[in-house]
Each structure stands twice: as structure tokens, then as C-alpha cells.
């Protein structure tokens, strides 16, 4: 495509729509797009109508956001010498589903990994705050990284679970039409997605067959489009997983280590400045989600932007879990959506509970997780087309994750454009959860073998794949929870009693590969906290735990991050809650 043509025609049509506002420059791989406004809407609809489709140009968004100062990324306080001077084979930056599963795949090798995270634990960010759908790929456009991945992603899971001991299930995946007289369209796309796109499980069903199976669907649906395939995993779960047989297969994971500047010489990364030190990498692997733009930058090799989307999913009381026993939404043609997200659903997750959501709002804040009574309002309105007993006094918790979209809407998996040891997973938005396992294997072929060019790399021949999760008390039959305390009498301490976890459960988790020192770590690996109560009983119980398994004080203890400490000194000496 001839550069000076595009830019040319670019620029004309947003003449066009905003005189002198707005200008484009195309470089030979990125469309930047310059100029100023005070709406951030205007910002990525202005800068999503210079994507050019099918093409290697990546949008960079220069646009001056006025009368708002980007907000610093939070840092860790903690500063040490702990990583100072240390070498590494690899270093990837970024813990989340994409991080974790690329070291684990990366410790199949004889190499020195090192896995980083500003935050106090592993899948923080948006790897935590999401529905855990597995998808089946029925609605990404062919052609795409997303759907490449999607289909072999999807049937990996069975294995990876297996392996990693995360619990994992194929719930099938009914999405209704309301218009009958689309039936026939529907069916022609179903077709498309069977022979063309490989997601081969994609059917239409009556109506009267979704209600035997579903039957509290509305009963304006007029038929269902169905994948077997769909399922449901802990998003938060599977990525602690990966993390912890990446370190039983010698990765190294540094927690509360934030990057704050590169070292660049001669088109290659040298050092990475920390609050823990300066690292020395052969290679850097981008996969810091929302900052994976800042991470280009530092590395002087910017050639793609990410816009932030906030996406709210809310979870209800399980006395609503008669809702569904899969996951189910609605289509409707001429309703207004917002065309970059599916929609939201209603789904059984793996914990048997009923999750709802999410909705999808641009955003300027990379890091702001705050829920709205309207998003709550909207999700509630909108899912009640799917199912009319949905109502809002069942929901008992909510959270707010942000996605990390591109404006071209697909993965970058590509080495630096600029800088050469550098390799970006970036982009990776819905659903990145599902595409995690494959795109993991081949993100990490594709170091190795940049690595052989350098240095001799073998299989590391200690590597095991299986990984042990906790105990679950609450999924095991009477005789199997007797012999487990039997061998083991902390199992038969109960702690959380909303969510029957035992002190046992708690303990292992403390005593796993991958030491978690927070409140929420905790209820991230065995749901204590979780239930109704959300914590209010044993919130203090496990603080104690911590405390106690640590050898820290009591006031040193934190729900996640710094500053929530959950108990403080009071001026007469006492501790308070």
C-alpha cells in the first residue's frame, strides 16, 4: 500500500468530519494519528476510523487529551536490591494469563526465567477480573490472530486443566434470537463458522429444545444458536496455576517489582530499571496488558497503542443458581450494542455461582476498577431479556476489570519492530483467557529459537507438567472428607463457613509453590471471603493465619494491595480492626 497515498486519503476524510482537529502520519508501520480533543469517545472512534483492515499498519493515538493529565501507574512502595545485577535468559513483563503461561511453557527449556509484576500477586489485572469463558470462536471475524487462536485454544483446555489441576467445565453456550425470520441467516452463518472457521460444534436449535434444557429462558426466544465446546475455568485460578509449575519448573517470579525505565543501545534492550534493582535480559517479553504501550515506549519501539475498555460482570447468591446450569445471552437485530463487545451473558461458573456481565465503556483510566450503579442497572436490564427472573436483589458482589484493546481490535504477537530482542503480546482483550494455552506455545518457540541463534538452548529434561491444586472440602463426598482428616485434622477446622474452606485448604495455599502473602491471594486460591458474607467472618481468621504462618505482626497484613492493612495500632498500644 503506497504510504503517501493512504495518509493522503486519511486525512481527507477527517477533514472531512473535523476540520483542522485532527491529522494522520503514516509511517511505514503505524498510522499516527495527531490532534486534540476534550471527549475521550471522540478520541477512539476518530482513531478506530484510521484502522485500515487487512493491512500491517498498527494506530498509534497521539491525540492530545485536553484538560486531563495522564494518571501515573501505580508503584509498588517497596524498594530493595533483590534482583540488582541479576542476568536472565528471559524476563517477561506482565503476570497475568498470557505471563504465567509463558513462562510455564518457557520452563519446558534449560533457561534462566524470570516472570515480573508490579502487583502483590499474579493475575491482578484483568486476568482476574473477567467472566473465565472458554469460547467456542463462533463470532470472531475469520482471519483474525483472535480466531486463529480461539479454536486451538479452546481444545487444549481438557489437557492444560488436567495437568494443572484447575477445575474446568464444558457448560455449552446458548446464545437466543428473538426474530424467528433470521433463522434461516443464522443458519447460513453457522455453516461459515463449521466449514470455514473450524469452530465445527456451531448449531441452530428450537426453541422447544433450548427450554428443555434451559427453562428459564425467555420465551420470546425463538431459536438458539448452540456450542457444545463453551465452557467455564477461574481465570485467576488457571493463571495461578501456570505461575506456580512455572516455579516447580525453576522460573523465578518477582512480585511487587514495577519497570520503570529500559536501557536501550543499538536497537536492543540492555537493563531494566526497577524498585528491586537493575535486570539484565537476552530477551524481553511485553505482556503488561494495559501498559504494554508503556512498556513499547521505555523499549523506544512504540509502534501500536492500547485504549482501555471497562468491562463490570456481578455475581449473585447461590439460592439464584437455578437460573442457568450454562452460559446464555440474547441477540436481537437493531438493538443497540456496543459493536466491540459480545454482549454479556449469564453464566454458571466452575464455583457453581451465577455470573452476569459484562458490558464494555471506553476509558481513559488504566487502573481505576470502580463499579457504577448504572453499569449494574444496565447489566441487570439487558440480561433480563435472557432470563426474566434475573433480578437485582441477588446480587451480592461486583468488580470492574479493564481490557487492553488495540484499535485495529486484534492480538499484536510480534518481535520489536525497532527493538530487536523485544517480543510484544500485546492487545490480548476476549478472549485472551481461551487463546492463552496456544498462543503460550507458540510465543515460546518463537523465543527459543531466537535464543539458538545466540547460545546453545536445550529441553530442560526435569520439567513436569502436573501441578497439585488444594483440596477442595466443599466437592467431596462425606467418606473422602473423613480421610482427609484423618491424615490431616486442619481439614476439619472450618474457617469460612459460607464457602465450607477449612484451615487446612488456607494452609496449603499459604505453603504453595508460589508463597501469597495477602488476604485476597488467599480467597483467590480457596474462596474464603467469597460467600454471602463476603468475608465479614473470616476475614479476621485468615489475617490471624497469615500472620502467624509468616511470622509477621498483625498489622503488617494486607487485604491486596499497600496501604490495606487490615488492622492498625491503636495510640493505648491495642490492635484494631
Not at 82 to 99: L, R, T
Not at 198 to 212: L, W, Y
Not at 276 to 303: H, L, S
Amino acid at each position: 500500500m503506497n504510504v503517501h497515498s493512504l495518509e493522503k486519503r486519511l486525512n481527507r476524510m477527517l477533514y472531512k468530519l473535523y476540520p483542522g482537529q485532527f491529522s494522520v502520519q503514516v509511517t511505514d508501520d503505524s498510522i499516527v494519528v495527531k490532534g486534540f480533543s476534550e471527549d475521550w469517545n471522540q478520541i477512539v472512534d476518530v482513531c478506530q476510523r484510521c484502522v485500515v483492515k487487512n493491512s500491517s499498519y498498527h494506530v498509534v493515538n497521539d491525540i492530545k487529551f485536553l484538560n486531563h493529565e495522564p494518571k501515573q501507574m501505580l508503584v509498588p512502595h517497596k524498594t530493595s536490591q533483590q534482583y540488582d545485577q541479576k542476568h536472565y535468559d528471559v524476563v517477561i513483563i506482565g503476570a497475568g494469563i498470557s505471563g504465567a503461561s509463558i513462562a510455564r511453557e518457557l520452563s519446558r527449556f534449560d533457561l534462566s526465567i524470570l516472570l515480573l509484576d508490579k502487583e502483590t500477586d499474579v493475575a491482578m489485572h484483568a486476568s482476574s477480573k473477567n467472566d473465565g469463558e472458554v469460547h467456542p470462536g463462533v463470532d470472531l471475524p475469520k482471519g483474525s490472530l483472535k480466531q486463529k487462536y480461539v479454536v486451538r485454544g479452546n481444545r487444549m483446555y481438557d489437557r492444560i486443566c488436567k495437568e494443572l489441576d484447575v477445575p474446568f467445565y464444558r457448560r455449552g453456550q446458548y446464545v437466543g434470537f428473538t426474530q424467528g425470520w433470521l433463522r434461516p441467516v443464522v443458519e447460513a452463518f453457522a455453516l461459515q463458522r463449521r466449514v470455514e472457521c473450524g469452530v465445527d460444534d456451531t448449531r441452530v436449535i428450537s426453541a422447544k429444545e433450548a427450554f428443555k434444557r434451559e427453562p428459564n429462558l425467555s420465551k420470546d426466544i425463538q431459536f438458539v444458536l448452540y456450542n457444545t465446546s463453551a465452557g467455564c475455568v477461574s481465570p485467576y485460578g488457571l493463571t495461578i496455576a501456570y505461575a506456580e509449575n512455572a516455579v516447580m519448573n525453576g522460573a523465578e517470579i518477582a512480585l511487587n517489582t514495577a519497570v520503570l525505565d529500559m536501557k536501550v543501545q543499538k536497537g536492543k534492550i540492555v537493563s531494566i530499571q526497577t524498585n528491586q534493582g537493575i535486570i539484565y535480559p537476552k530477551i524481553v517479553i511485553n505482556c503488561a496488558g494495559v501498559f504494554a504501550e508503556d512498556i513499547a515506549r521505555m523499549a523506544k519501539d512504540r509502534f501500536y497503542s492500547i485504549h482501555p475498555r471497562r468491562g463490570t460482570d456481578l455475581i449473585l447468591d447461590k439460592k439464584a443458581n437455578f437460573l442457568t446450569k450454562s452460559i446464555v445471552s440474547t441477540k436481537t437485530l437493531g438493538q443497540q450494542a456496543n459493536q466491540h463487545t459480545k454482549g454479556g451473558g449469564i453464566m454458571r461458573t466452575v464455583e457453581d455461582t451465577i455470573l452476569v456481565g459484562p458490558n464494555a465503556q471506553e476509558t481513559y483510566e488504566k487502573e481505576d476498577f470502580s463499579t457504577y450503579p448504572e453499569d449494574i442497572d444496565t447489566i441487570i436490564a439487558r440480561q433480563s431479556r435472557t432470563c426474566p427472573k434475573l433480578a437485582k436483589k441477588d446480587v451480592i458482589a461486583y468488580y470492574t476489570g479493564i481490557r487492553a484493546a488495540t484499535f485495529e481490535e486484534d492480538y499484536i504477537l510480534e518481535w520489536g519492530h525497532h527493538t530487536k530482542n523485544l517480543y510484544h503480546v500485546a492487545g490480548i482483550q476476549s478472549p485472551g483467557l481461551t487463546t492463552a494455552p496456544a498462543v503460550a506455545v507458540d510465543v515460546s518457540h518463537a523465543v527459543v529459537e531466537r535464543l539458538r541463534i545466540y547460545q546453545e538452548v536445550k529441553e530442560n529434561k526435569a520439567f513436569d507438567p502436573i501441578r497439585k491444586g488444594i483440596p477442595m472440602l466443599r466437592t467431596m463426598s462425606l467418606q473422602e472428607r473423613n480421610d482427609l482428616v484423618r491424615k490431616n485434622p486442619d481439614y476439619g477446622i472450618m474457617v469460612c463457613r459460607c464457602e465450607e474452606i477449612s484451615k487446612g485448604e488456607i494452609l496449603d495455599a499459604l505453603r504453595s509453590p508460589l508463597k501469597v502473602h495477602t488476604l485476597d491471594a488467599v480467597k483467590r486460591r480457596c474462596r474464603p471471603g467469597m460467600g454471602r458474607c463476603q468475608g465479614g467472618f473470616c476475614a479476621p481468621l485468615v489475617a490471624k493465619m497469615i500472620s502467624d504462618e509468616y511470622q509477621i505482626p498483625l498489622e503488617e497484613v494486607i487485604k491486596s494491595t499497600d496501604g490495606s492493612n487490615l488492622v492498625y495500632k491503636s495510640k493505648k498500644g491495642g490492635a484494631s480492626y
